[in-house]
């Protein structure tokens, strides 16, 4: 079984969306694995969003990130990470459509639900990151 992780975002959290968000990975077959909720530190997102982390956008991303608690969620099923993608839809909410998780819930880019993960050998990494041994069943 495949893995990837899932952060309900602090816009996800603030309206109140966790329940019918995870209610629809639920429905798709998918199980929870491993589950916590945590306040993201600088230390933790520079390492996250390595990639883009020199860019003049990302002190926004940090704030934003840290604004809230948020869950971070470990999820298991037959090609998940590219099942809960689409079930997401774009990184851009306001180009996702009506159904998808950002569609009905995101509004741009940054304000989109949730991360996922996207490659099953990001999500390994990032379940690392996110989850200590023994935390994941």
Known sequence: MDRTLIIFKPDCMKQGH????????????????????????????????????????YPEIENFMSSEPVIAMALEGEGVVDKVRGLLGPTDSSKAEKGTIRGDFGKDVMVNVVHASDSPENAEIELNRFFSPGELY
Not at 43 to 54: F, G, M, P, Q, S
């Open 18 to 57: 966790v329940g019918q968000v995870l209610a629809r990975f639920e429905s798709a077959g998918f199980k929870i694995v491993g589950c916590r909720m945590t306040q993201l530190t600088s230390a933790l997102l520079r390492e996250h969003y390595a990639h883009v982390a020199d860019l003049p956008f």
